[in-house]
């Protein structure tokens, strides 16, 4: 099972599973979740890599994203 990458327009499988922690103001990228998560994000590895949060929220990478 895979599943698409949720940004509008990216055809890629998604790799990495987007979350936010809107109390700590932290936006945390980690391995694929294993099912959906409701407040989760699917990214292919190129829009994990590529991802910037916004204002002055933090970013927390939990993988290297230099390799495919
Ligand atoms: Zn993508």
Same mark, same amino acid.
């Given at each position: 099972?895979?599943?698409?990458?949720?940004? +509008?327009?990216? !055809?890629? !499988?998604?790799?990495? !599973?987007?979350? /936010?922690? /809107?109390? @700590?103001?932290? *936006? *945390?990228? @980690?391995?694929?979740?294993?099912?959906? *998560? +409701?407040?989760? /994000?699917?990214?292919?590895?190129? %829009?994990?890599?590529?991802? +910037? *949060?916004? @204002?002055?929220?933090?970013?927390?990478? %939990?993988?290297?994203?230099?390799?495919?």
């Amino acid at each position: 099972m895979t599943r698409p990458c949720s940004k +509008s327009g990216c !055809t890629r !499988t998604a790799a990495f !599973t987007l979350t /936010y922690d /809107y109390e @700590g103001r932290v *936006a *945390a990228i @980690g391995p694929l979740s294993p099912s959906v *998560a +409701s407040e989760g /994000y699917d990214l292919c590895a190129e %829009h994990a890599r590529s991802f +910037s *949060a916004p @204002g002055d929220w933090r970013v927390i990478r %939990h993988l290297s994203l230099t390799g495919d």
